[in-house]
């Protein structure tokens, strides 16, 4: 059987989600969404045209949204109103689309999210009939508060948006993860392939990034190579790693039985 995400009662074979900011032009950003084999690609309404500005060049005529699914996102919003706003612009946009990523950033140095304004927008949102997908902090109650709430997937954060760290702290992520009845999806702070491994083998449902692929040197080899340690990950994860033991060697090879004995 295929092991598919399902998001929003749609599924996907890839588990890769892809920004689409920061690449040197629109060129460069098709070729290296093409090689992530990302299906779900996200969109900044607030500085990618997707058709707010009339005869200038598109998001939309280099990645069509009959191949790809669009998650408009709201980075750069500091406020539930803004966001709230941001999003209803990309609804009209594209022409009634409901999956969004809300994103309700604290301050402009680190980009941590506003928690109590994340909450106040995804009520709003849920209630308007979005499909809330949500960047939260790495706290398990408040991921639990946005599943309740009623988003459709919750994307902690592993380490600060654009940091390149890597997941700082796995035990919270598998906190989320057991809890959770909504895809989980590691957001923000993936610098190269094996963080995004790790994600998988922790259990996530996905992973989103950005600025890893698009900061690279080689943008597009970095998409390939996020593509396969994502793919690497969740096989590992569902084929269930060996026990740790500290200090209990096992030879790869039986003692017992060998020819001659």
């Known amino acids: ?18 920004g689409t900011g920061k690449y040197k032009d629109f060129d460069e950003t098709r070729r290296a969404i093409e090689a992530s084999g990302a299906e779900i690609i996200t969109v900044a309404i607030r500085r990618t045209n997707i058709g707010q500005e009339p005869g200038q060049p598109s998001l939309l005529e280099v990645l069509p ?12 919003c500091f406020t539930a109103e803004e966001a709230v706003r941001t999003l209803r612009l990309a609804r009209e946009l594209l022409d009634g689309h409901s999956l969004v990523k809300l994103e309700v950033l604290g301050d402009k ?7 109590p304004e994340t909450l106040k927008a995804a009520e709003i949102l849920v209630k308007e009939g979005f499909q809330v997908m949500v960047y939260c902090s790495d ?7 946005l599943e309740e709430i009623g988003c459709v ?30 895809p989980v999806l590691v957001d923000a702070g993936v610098g190269t392939a094996s963080d995004a491994a790790i994600a998988m ?28 340690a994502v793919e690497a990950g969740r096989e590992a994860f569902l084929a269930g790693r060996m026990p740790k033991k500290f200090y209990s060697a096992s030879p790869s090879s039986p003692l017992t039985g060998l020819i001659g004995s």
């Open 1 to 18: 059987m295929e092991d598919l995400l399902t998001l929003a009662g749609k599924t996907y074979r890839s588990r890769l989600l892809v």
């Open 65 to 76: 949204p009959s191949r790809y699914t669009y998650l408009p996102n709201t980075a750069g």
């Open 109 to 115: 140095e680190t980009l941590f999210p506003n928690m």
């Open 139 to 145: 706290d398990p109650i408040q991921a639990k508060r």
């Open 153 to 182: 997937a919750v994307m902690p954060l592993a380490s600060l948006i654009g940091s390149g760290m890597g997941i700082l702290n796995p035990w919270n992520l598998r906190l989320i993860i057991e809890q959770a009845k909504v």
């Open 201 to 228: 083998e922790l259990g996530c449902d996905g992973v989103l990034m950005n600025t890893a692929i698009a900061a690279a040197k080689n943008p597009v080899l970095m998409a390939s190579a996020m593509k396969k």
